[in-house]
């Protein structure tokens, strides 16, 4: 019985599932490259090349623990163009029986696997993933019956079951979170330290010539390329964190700095999800480091935390409510998404630094991510499935299970709050406090309204004014909202008229708007 065993871009693990029980001599491992993938949505020219590259360079590992692998690169003439299409062609080289899989991480694939066995006459056998620390039932076994699916209770479950920073039965140090010591703004002279590179070797060039003619309209960068795109280079890139930046993750997990686009971030998202790095390992590496003094609790702690809770429950979350879960659209956003998130055109200083940060490294730190280009977006009501869209196309470790809830949820607002408690809305405040970026802007973070105030500012009260009917029965607005009551109508009407002269200016102005 012979077995075609086809292994995702994002599945770059040697253990896993569906290579397990891989028989020499019979059986044949497909990987490809098709341009179905690399265009359903445009995504950022790194994140290909990256993808490519470290496929390319898996499949040479394979090969040389001697496993038989067909690979399909994106310019062989015969590549069928889709997954579904190599798979049928994979089949026609030999007397195949059935195919394995592990089972897809986004929605849209795992719906067209579900037709292949017809499609393809034969068993199309899809296994389940288990690099993830929680199965799918293990997440729906906590959720059922809960009104609220707490991130904080689900993570507390899972210290306890895999012994992650516990002392006994007791979360070690005594508290289960450190978040409160977490968010630090960066003092004078503290520098962000130099990242490691690994310089692109002779595959990587090539993919990078080969995408820079095949993507050439696709968003972002190509050049200084440093990404690991090896299991061992990523190892090397998660030492180096450990030993330098993981000390003072915590302290500076919020900050922010114009122009320094890692501080003291693990850059690691984009390996764990393509299956070059464990997710497991990298926590015990993590704990490690604590229980050996080289780092503190509070950074190790909210390291594990992002890992072992956010990245598990938002997965979770993700196949629990599929595909209902992108269909929501709770605060009725319409507007459309401004050029600038491509461009980068824009006065707002914090802004243009997250999108060209954004387009030059396929990376963005989380609270630029959920605070800046997020908190924007959810302000100016800007359309969920827009924005989810953009989210998907210019991160390196954009995958729609964890793009999704952590824009759909945690930064728009459009689950209606099934994973937020209340919508992460902040005015330019926050920003100045946690980052040095109003100092160089054009717009004054001082200013409430005019031409010359932040955005974030009028777009904010805008923001309350616009969903009030939604928003008011949310307990933990209840000071905002007797804030805006106190409000004079002057004060409301100067909000207004910002926030729709704003909207003309950037090209975003709905019906309404103009009609207002
Ligand atoms: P670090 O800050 O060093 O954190 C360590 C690790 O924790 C990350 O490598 C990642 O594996 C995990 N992690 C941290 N936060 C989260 C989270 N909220 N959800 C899941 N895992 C988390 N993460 C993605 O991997 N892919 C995405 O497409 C993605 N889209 C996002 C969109 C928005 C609007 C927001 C607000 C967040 C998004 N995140 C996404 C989560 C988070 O911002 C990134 O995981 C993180 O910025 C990656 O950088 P890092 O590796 O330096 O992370
Ligand atoms: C993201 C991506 C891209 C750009 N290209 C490919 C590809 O050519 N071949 C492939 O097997 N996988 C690719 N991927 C990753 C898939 O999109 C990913 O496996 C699914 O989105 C499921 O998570």
Redesign the pocket.
């Known amino acids: 019985m012979a077995t075609l065993r086809l292994v995702?871009?994002?599945?770059l693990t040697a253990e896993l599932a569906s290579l397990r029980d891989f028989r020499a001599g019979d059986d044949l491992v497909l990987?490809?490259?098709?341009s179905e993938?690399?265009t359903?949505v445009g995504?950022h020219k790194k994140?290909?090349a990256f993808?490519?590259s470290a496929?390319r360079h898996f499949a040479a590992e394979l090969e040389a623990r001697g496993l038989n692998v067909a690979y399909t690169r994106?310019d062989d003439s015969e590549n069928a163009g889709s997954?579904e299409g190599e798979v049928a062609r994979a089949l026609m080289s030999g007397a195949f029986d059935r195919v394995v899989i592990v089972e897809?991480?986004?929605y849209r694939?795992r719906g067209a696997m579900a037709g292949w066995s017809d499609r393809l006459g034969l068993p199309v056998e899809i296994r389940r993933d288990d690099r993830f620390i929680a199965s799918h039932e293990r997440f729906n076994a906590w959720a059922d019956g809960r009104k609220r699916l707490t991130m904080e209770y689900f993570y507390r479950e899972l210290r306890r079951e895999t012994g992650l920073l516990m002392d006994g039965d007791e979360p070690a140090g005594g508290r289960w979170n450190f978040d409160h010591d977490n968010r630090k703004t960066l003092p004078a002279g503290i520098e962000a330290p130099a990242r490691n590179r690994i310089e692109p070797d002779a595959i990587t060039a090539e993919v990078i010539e080969m995408v820079e003619s095949r993507f050439a309209d696709h968003f972002g960068d190509l050049d200084d390329f440093w990404f690991a795109v090896t299991a061992e280079g990523a190892q090397a890139h998660l030492d180096w964190f450990i030993e330098t930046a993981l000390p003072q993750f915590g302290d500076f997990q919020d900050a922010m700095k114009l122009g320094e686009a890692f501080l003291f971030h693990s850059v690691l998202s984009l390996y764990i999800n393509a299956g070059l790095l464990d997710p497991m390992s990298v926590c015990r590496r993590a704990e490690a480091a604590w229980r050996g003094g080289a780092a503190p609790l509070n950074a190790v702690e909210g390291f594990i935390r992002q890992i072992l809770g956010w990245r598990e429950y938002v997965r979770g979350v993700y196949w629990r409510f599929m595909p209902e879960y992108l269909e929501r659209n709770a605060l009725n956003a319409r507007r459309p998404l401004p050029g600038f998130y491509w461009t980068a055109e824009t006065k707002m200083a914090c802004v243009r630094d997250a999108v060209l940060t954004t387009k030059r490294h396929a990376y963005a730190h989380h609270i630029q991510r959920l605070m800046v280009t997020g908190n924007f977006a959810l302000l100016a009501g800007i359309d969920p499935a827009e924005v989810n869209a953009w989210y998907l196309a210019v991160y390196a470790d954009a995958?729609?299970?964890v793009e999704a809830p952590n824009t759909h949820g945690m930064a728009l607002f459009a689950d209606g709050g099934l994973m937020a408690t209340k919508p992460y809305a902040a005015s330019g405040a926050y920003i100045n406090k946690m980052s040095d970026s109003c100092k160089s802007c054009s717009y004054a973070v001082t200013k409430k309204n005019g031409p010359q105030a932040c955005p974030f500012n009028y777009l904010y009260w805008n923001f309350l004014i616009e969903n009030e009917d939604q928003l008011r029965g949310n307990h933990r607005l209840g000071m905002i909202f007797k804030t805006l009551d106190r409000m004079g109508e002057d004060k409301k009407s100067a909000v207004r008229t910002d926030s729709d002269r704003f909207f003309r200016e950037i090209g975003i102005a709905t019906q309404k708007d103009l009609a207002s």
């Open positions: 995702l871009g994002d599945q990987m490809a490259e098709v993938e690399a359903y995504h994140k290909i993808l490519f496929m994106l997954l897809p991480g986004e694939l995958f729609e299970w």
